[in-house]
């Protein structure tokens, strides 16, 4: 590698020598290094460390030690990460193309070995547990036996990959949630790769990765740079190809005080989500300092690095500081890393202490820790946050809006005493479910779980709680996911777990469980009345995701908040409670037990932590994490380097993106005729487009797998059936609440096939559509493809014949995603939608203008000068409506993959001529 800077020097740690790039050497020639913003400087060794003169030059490098925080970012970059993070939703489909890319090499006459990892791989599979059996003791053995039930060819599959690929590794299930064992055991901070320096030298510089989950930022709260990608971009990385960004802005996020009695991580983070959105930071980093810093565990830094996404932020990141040594040492990381940690970070001059220079910021906001008050968000945006003051008045203005004329008054307390529930004692008589009855109670997902503050002030809720002898309504159905089984011991350490049981609050399984919408049937007597009488009912969760349709299809309100108010909620019931004024329930005394009689002080929680939270659980758990259990080692594991299909399988199959694909792209040409397949209005998000739930019999996925014998209570979910084009492609907007302008009056996956304004599924129009080679468009609002870093929600739409996208924003993980696979985004200009423009999707759309902008030339300059393109939309009245758009197609590298058609595509055919 070159060194055009001088910068390549040595660090000696704990008897050894490690080469390194230094930065306080770069910054003797170019003194705004030492100011720069403490991510931007991760970024700025990786290209010292890279620079090829190729993919990485001296301007690249001048570029971000130069870097303006309020100029336009303009400047692209090639970035590769040290490490990619898959999750088995995701990760499943990666090493279904990664099979898939072998035998299209090998049928190119290309060497198949080349399709092999180049970083190191750690899939986590965390995503495929439902809550299908809760609240009692046989519940996590019931629901792992479920699991393997269902998921047993997609776990052998997974084994195949790690025998076939190099530098791939599967955690099995049942170990925990992808980001927290990231955090507690993957997440290196200081990252070694022996022998890959000068002379063989090892090489050491900051640990960073790219992850297929959005919630890959929870890393940042160690100090490692991360972030959410699709698919399909992971995939690249792991072959080699860097991720083309654009230097960012950043924004400093100033933390000051100590949280207040009463609030947890849960209240702040909501808050800053709150912020960040109303600030927007879409494409920007987010740096956190101040001296809060030092009132902020490194579990509460993590949860706000989880919820990145929630406010658009690329990462939202936290220094490396005396806290991050601390973390590493409570969850036993050697003596000799956090040494190491120590060592190079102070001498890059990274090592945050109350003297670091203060960095420059393209806009600062502060927060006064001391102001955050306990709140929820909901019902169907994690950014919608509600002061818990005004959580009942909320609901009742929700409730109004989606179905005008209820009460969703609260039934009458009884005494625990005369509660009629088996086992226990309940707040409630008998299940009466009612508007605004919650109905699903969930500690679960990585926001909160991997935090022990929270975790054990919702036990020590419930301990308050079963001394009162109140226990959840008897219509909820609570469940709880500890993010690794290190919760598990530190609340049985505890005895905390034998409280949360008491109230109905069993461990379910270790996995995303409700979170990603695997929350399993609402039981029978509960969904008869629910789907009577169309009740409004809710769903609370500590999780980070509550968009429409998620959680699960019969719940319309979904409210996030902190494990201890989920435990709350599950005993009250119900949303028509204010927790400041109204009895949570009558205790077994007789007396009203108030919320503020059971909520746990800071002082107890923090004792109860300390005592029970020990470094040698890590140590324990970690020791064993890839052997898995009895299952995971029975599994028939099929042999050899290329993947034996199976033609018969619902679950695994080989994805057609590659059939006859030829070694040279055909140029790209204009889109004629088009018709519009789906327009949708504002904050349509992946689930929308690519839910992960389960599905219906009489939905086109439901019908394809009744067509192969599959019975309905082995459908599994959309996000299990990853490996399964055939079924992704079904379940392509085939979310229950999306709302298709296209038919009007429908929710779920309809639309109008045109001519004729004929109302059939989405899937069936488009496969119509195909057959008479008409291609498609979507038009949307804006924050187009919000959510989940879903590669399905990109796929789907290409395998449907979707050529094009016009919105009026989209999320950064989508618009890659779509350019990834083919599909060009557009965008309205400023002012412009497609009611202004009175577009109703009902048209023929000619787009004109592509093959002149997207030349070979410009996958070296980009889309220079003018990057809009005329998009002509006629009229069933005969009328033309003509408009320009903006292309976002937003880096020279982008360019390259639209002309092949793909991301994938590019890469393979790189690898084929040995590029």
């Known amino acids: 590698m070159a060194d055009s800077f001088g910068t390549r020097t040595t660090l000696e740690s704990g008897g050894r020598s490690l080469e390194y790039r230094s930065l306080p050497k770069l910054t003797e020639t170019h003194a705004s290094v030492a100011s720069l913003p403490f991510s931007l400087r991760v970024l700025l060794e990786n290209l ?49 193309d990664l099979a898939a890319m072998r035998d299209a090499m090998a049928e190119m006459g290309g060497d198949p070995s080349k399709i092999n990892p180049l970083r190191p791989v750690d899939l986590v599979i965390d995503h495929s547990v439902q809550v299908d059996v809760a609240r009692s003791h046989l519940a996590l053995e019931k629901n792992i036996e479920l699991e393997y039930e269902r998921n047993g060819e997609r776990y052998a599959f997974l084994r195949w990959g790690q025998g076939a690929f190099r530098n791939f590794t599967a955690v099995p299930p049942g170990a925990g949630i992808v980001h927290q064992i990231n955090i507690e055991y993957l997440s290196q901070v200081a990252f070694v790769e022996a022998g890959a320096g000068e002379n063989g030298a090892d090489l050491i510089y900051p640990d960073t990765l790219v992850g297929t989950d959005s919630h890959t930022t929870m890393a940042n709260g160690l100090g490692v740079l991360g972030w959410g990608v699709g698919g399909i971009e992971a995939e690249a990385a792991m072959l080699g190809q860097p991720v083309s960004m654009l230097i960012p802005q950043v924004v400093g996020f100033e933390l000051t005080g100590k949280l207040p009695e009463g609030s947890t991580a849960t209240d702040l983070v909501l808050r800053v989500t709150e912020m960040l959105r109303e600030l927007g930071v879409v494409g920007r980093f987010v740096e956190f300092f101040g001296s809060g810093l030092d009132n902020l565990p490194l579990a509460d830094r993590a949860t706000i690095g989880n919820m990145s996404p929630e406010f658009g932020s690329t990462c939202a990141i936290f220094p490396v500081d005396e806290e991050t040594l601390r973390y590493l040492q409570l969850t036993g990381r050697s003596a000799e890393q956090i040494q190491l940690v120590r060592d190079y970070y102070t001498a890059q001059g990274m090592f945050r202490t109350a003297d670091s220079v203060p960095a420059r910021y393209t806009e600062t906001l502060t927060l006064d820790l001391d102001s955050v008050e ?44 005369q509660a009629e529930q088996s086992g226990g004692t309940a707040t409630l008589t008998k299940p009466e479910v009612t508007d605004g009855s919650v109905v699903i109670a969930a500690i679960t997902s990585c926001t909160n779980t991997s935090n022990p503050s929270v975790m054990v002030a919702s036990g020590l809720l419930a301990r308050k709680a079963r001394e009162r002898g109140l226990t959840s309504a008897p219509w909820v159905k609570p469940s709880l996911a500890p993010g690794s089984k290190v919760v598990t011991e530190y609340l049985e350490n505890a005895g905390l777990d034998k409280d949360l049981e008491a109230v109905g609050f069993y461990t379910v399984g270790y996995g995303f469980t409700t979170s990603i919408g695997n929350s399993g049937p609402l039981p029978e007597d509960v969904l008869e009345q629910v789907q009577a009488d169309d009740l409004v009912v809710a769903s609370v969760l500590s999780g980070n995701r509550n968009f429409e349709g998620r959680i699960n299809n019969d719940v319309k309100m979904n409210f996030l908040m902190s494990p201890p108010l989920v435990v709350a909620y599950a005993i009250a019931g119900h949303m028509d409670w204010d927790p400041a004024t109204e009895p949570l329930g009558i205790g077994s005394d007789g007396e009203d037990v ?322």
């Open 48 to 96: 010292l460390r890279l620079e090829d003169g190729v993919a990485v030059t001296k301007s690249d490098i001048e570029a971000i030690a130069g870097w303006d925080p309020t100029a336009t970012p303009s400047a692209e970059i090639a970035y590769t990460p040290a490490r990619v993070l898959l999750q088995d939703f995701t990760g499943v489909p990666a090493v279904v």
């Open 374 to 417: 306990p709140a929820v968000a909901g019902p169907r945006r994690p950014q919608d946050r509600i002061a818990l003051k005004s959580i009942k008045s909320t609901f009742a203005t929700e409730l109004a809006s989606l179905k005008p004329g209820a009460s969703g008054t609260r039934p009458a307390l009884a005494p625990a005493a």
């Open 594 to 915: 108030f919320l503020s009689d059971i909520w746990p002080t800071t002082e107890e929680i923090k004792d109860t932590v300390d005592a029970c939270v020990q470094g040698s659980m890590f140590t324990k758990s970690y020791s064993s994490v890839y052997e898995g259990d009895d299952r995971w080692r029975a599994l028939p594991t099929p042999a050899g380097d290329r993947f034996a299909w199976d033609d018969k399988s619902t679950y695994i199959r080989r994805p057609s993106y590659f059939d006859g694909l030829p070694r040279v792209p055909a140029e790209p040409t204009d889109i004629l005729g088009a018709r519009c397949l789906v327009k949708v209005g504002d904050s349509v998000t992946t689930d929308h487009i690519s839910p992960a739930g389960g599905f219906r019999p009489e939905t086109p996925a439901g019908k394809y797998l009744l067509e192969r014998g599959v019975a309905q209570r082995a459908f599994n979910s959309y996000g299990s059936r990853r490996g399964n084009h055939e079924i992704m492609m079904r379940g392509t907007f085939a979310n229950v609440r999306l709302r298709n302008q296209l038919a009007p009056g429908t929710e779920g996956g309809f639309t109008q096939f045109m001519p004729g304004h004929e109302e059939t599924t989405i899937f069936e129009a488009s496969q119509r559509y195909v057959a008479e080679g008409t291609p498609l468009v979507l038009i949307a609002g804006k924050e187009y493809g919000s959510g989940s870093s879903r590669d399905w929600a990109a796929k789907g739409p290409n395998l449907l014949g979707v050529r094009a996208a016009i919105a009026e924003s989209y999320e950064r993980i989508h618009r890659s995603n779509l350019v990834g696979m083919g599909i060009l985004p557009l965008q309205f200009l400023d002012g412009d939608n497609a009611d202004k423009l009175g577009l109703t999707g009902y048209e023929t759309f000619e787009i004109s203008g592509i093959a002149d902008m997207f030349t070979s030339e410009a996958e070296t300059t980009g889309l220079a000068g003018d990057r809009t393109i005329t998009v002509t939309a006629k009229g069933e009245d005969g009328m033309r409506r003509q408009f320009r758009a903006l292309v976002r197609v937003d880096t020279p590298k982008e360019v390259s993959y639209y002309r092949h058609g793909g991301i994938l595509q590019y890469v393979l055919r790189n690898l084929l001529h040995g590029a």
